[in-house]
């Protein structure tokens, strides 16, 4: 047993929480003693729901543009944002949004502050190089219940040229400070209540059965999957429901902390290949291979290492999704299955996966970091039969 833990520098969580923002940006020094320092606040597409996020700035005098992320982030889009942050010699980073800005703002403030070029520290289409300095401040402000990425150490970006997605991967990078409030999440559409779900469930149950699983993130990942299991269907069937939301927020903070502390799998390994061939949202991707790819793992690991503890690991998770202390493996898959089926999730055929791509998905995500936190490697056969259920 081994395992290296680096935490978040600080995370205030709750209802309401926004609310203690201007006096840990006064107390904290974010803004510099003369309060003149310059912001860039990263925000969606639409930043109507970022309004109290406004007011707290606005009430203290702040001195800030905005940077509008309309897409999943790209090295053109992140770079983008790099250039205006220097320009503006702006000393403060805020990120108000979905993973997508999260990803961005971690990217920018990390880059801002550093020489050469995005692609001198990208994972595999780049030369994968450390940060040499500090980044700027960033303060990371989820406005999903889903990623988990603001307590994580990267930002995964798109390479379009090279129709892959890939990660920028840095200490550095960990927000000084993530303020979760569940509020930021009662009025998001039904879809993205879902697909941003099902992404959280799936990061605690991979970070569950990764061959990298250990106690510390065991006792995230169980705590937070009993939470998504009471409640991910009643947040989309019940979107008013606060407790629901509450426990959304907690499970998908949970993931990000489990996930940078263990690896991953195939869905993420799959994902990440899918999300750079195709216009696919990453949530979405992950919804619908969860369940092919949980089954394919129980049926080769019953096959080829019925001793593994990861086996029963993925008997447990059936108990704890259902509720039902005499499920079995199968009876999470189905749970899955069901969920995803009351949610609409659409199968991958909808984002222009076909049959005759899949031989090159397989080939470009059996290499994929995530893949290697499986619990057991699986054949090109049997990846491909996980796409084949996935359509």
Same mark, same amino acid.
């Given at each position: 047993?081994?395992f290296?833990?680096?935490?978040?520098?600080?995370?205030?969580?709750?209802t309401g929480?926004?609310?203690?923002?201007?006096?840990?940006?006064?107390?904290? %020094?974010? !803004?510099?003693?003369?309060?003149?320092?310059?912001?860039?606040?990263?925000v969606?597409?639409?930043?109507?729901?970022a309004r109290?996020?406004?007011?707290?700035?606005? =009430?203290?005098g702040?001195?800030?543009l905005?940077?509008r992320?309309?897409?999943?982030?790209?090295?053109? !889009?992140?770079?983008?944002?790099?250039d205006?942050?220097?320009?503006e010699?702006?000393?403060?980073?805020i990120?108000?949004?979905g993973g997508s800005?999260?990803?961005?703002?971690?990217?920018?403030?990390?880059?801002?502050?550093?020489?050469?070029?995005?692609? +001198?520290?990208?994972e595999?289409?780049?030369?994968?190089?450390?940060l040499?300095?500090? =980044?700027?401040?960033?303060?990371?402000?989820?406005t999903t219940a889903g990623?988990?990425?603001?307590v994580?150490?990267?930002?995964?970006?798109?390479?379009?040229?090279f129709g892959?997605?890939?990660?920028?991967?840095?200490?550095?990078?960990i927000?000084?400070l993530?303020?979760v409030?569940?509020?930021?999440t009662?009025?998001?559409?039904p879809?993205?209540?879902?697909s941003?779900?099902l +992404?959280?469930l799936?990061?605690?149950?991979?970070a569950?059965?990764?061959?990298?699983?250990?106690?510390f993130?065991?006792?995230?990942?169980?705590e937070?999957?009993?939470?998504?299991?009471?409640s !991910?269907r009643?947040?989309y069937?019940?979107?008013?429901?606060?407790?629901?939301?509450e426990?959304m927020s907690?499970?998908?903070?949970?993931?990000?902390?489990?996930?940078a502390?263990?690896?991953l =799998?195939?869905?993420?390994?799959?994902?990440?290949?899918?999300?750079g061939m195709? +216009?696919?949202?990453? %949530?979405?991707?992950?919804?619908?291979?969860?369940?092919?790819s949980?089954r394919?793992?129980?049926?080769?690991?019953e096959?080829?290492?019925?001793?593994s503890?990861?086996?029963?690991?993925?008997?447990?998770l059936g108990?704890v999704?259902?509720?039902q202390?005499?499920? +079995?493996?199968?009876a999470?898959?189905a749970?899955?299955?069901?969920t995803?089926?009351q !949610?609409?999730?659409?199968?991958?055929?909808?984002?222009g996966?076909t049959?005759?791509?899949?031989?090159?998905?397989?080939?470009k995500?059996?290499k994929?970091?995530?893949?290697?936190?499986n619990?057991i490697?699986?054949?090109a056969?049997?990846?491909?039969e996980?796409?084949?259920?996935?359509?």
């Open positions: 047993m081994a290296d833990i680096t935490l978040p520098e600080r995370v205030i969580f709750g929480s926004i609310s203690k923002l201007a006096e840990v940006i006064q107390s904290g %020094g974010f !803004l510099g003693e003369d309060g003149k320092k310059r912001v860039l606040v990263i969606g597409d639409q930043a109507d729901y109290p996020l406004f007011q707290v700035l606005d =009430g203290l702040a001195d800030y905005l940077f992320v309309a897409v999943e982030p790209t090295t053109g !889009l992140v770079q983008q944002g790099v205006l942050c220097r320009k010699k702006c000393s403060l980073v990120g108000c949004g800005v999260m990803d961005t703002g971690k990217a920018v403030a990390g880059l801002s502050t550093n020489p050469g070029d995005i692609y +001198d520290y990208l595999v289409v780049g030369k994968g190089k450390s040499p300095n500090p =980044g700027l401040p960033y303060i990371a402000i989820p990623t988990g990425t603001e994580t150490r990267n930002a995964v970006i798109s390479a379009v040229e892959v997605k890939v990660s920028l991967r840095s200490s550095y990078l927000p000084a993530s303020i409030d569940p509020q930021f009662y009025n998001l559409p879809a993205v209540t879902a941003t779900g +992404d959280a799936t990061q605690l149950l991979e569950y059965v990764s061959n990298q699983a250990n106690p993130t065991d006792a995230l990942c169980l937070g999957l009993s939470r998504a299991g009471r !991910l009643t947040v069937h019940s979107p008013q429901d606060t407790a629901a939301r426990d907690v499970a998908s903070l949970f993931s990000g902390i489990a996930l502390h263990a690896k =799998g195939i869905v993420h390994g799959f994902a990440g290949v899918i999300g195709f +216009d696919a949202p990453h %949530g979405a991707v992950c919804a619908c291979l969860l369940a092919p949980m394919m793992n129980v049926q080769a690991l096959q080829r290492a019925p001793q503890p990861s086996l029963k690991r993925f008997t447990l108990q999704l259902t509720g202390p005499a499920a +079995d493996a199968m999470g898959v749970w899955v299955q069901e995803c089926a !949610l609409q999730i659409p199968g991958l055929a909808t984002y996966l049959r005759e791509r899949m031989p090159e998905v397989v080939e995500s059996s994929a970091s995530s893949t290697k936190g619990p490697v699986l054949t056969e049997e990846m491909e996980i796409l084949q259920m996935a359509l």
